[in-house]
C-alpha cells in the first residue's frame, strides 16, 4: 500500500472504492468510482445513494484500506495483487545463496533480526 499523502479532498471529489460484489471476474473491475457528496467535522461522506454511504476520515484517509484516490494508485494494487504471490513462490525456490542475499538486500532484510 502507497504510503503517499491522500491528495487534497473536498466534495465533488472521485474516490474508487473496491466493490466486492463487481470483483467476480477481474479484480480491476471490483473497484468503483464514488463521488464525495458531504462533510463532517470530521469524515467526508462518500457514495450518492444513502444504502451505499460511509464515512472516510479526514485525519488519515489512506487508513481506508477499500478506498483509492486515482487510477495510477489501482494500477498499483493490481499489480500487487497480480504478481506478489507468484514472485513469492519463485523466491521460495531459489537454491543460491548469492542470488537470495541480492534479494534481501533489496527488499532490506535483516539477518540478525530475520525481519
Known sequence: MS???APALAVGSTV???DEYHSRRNWRDGWQPRRIVAETRVSWIVGEHR????KLPKRDPRSVRCVAFSEAEIGDRAYVNDHKWPIANRIHAVDDATTLRAIAKLIGYDEATRR
Open 51 to 54: 444504502w451505499q454511504q460511509f
Open 16 to 18: 474508487w472504492v473496491f
Open 3 to 5: 504510503t503517499a499523502p
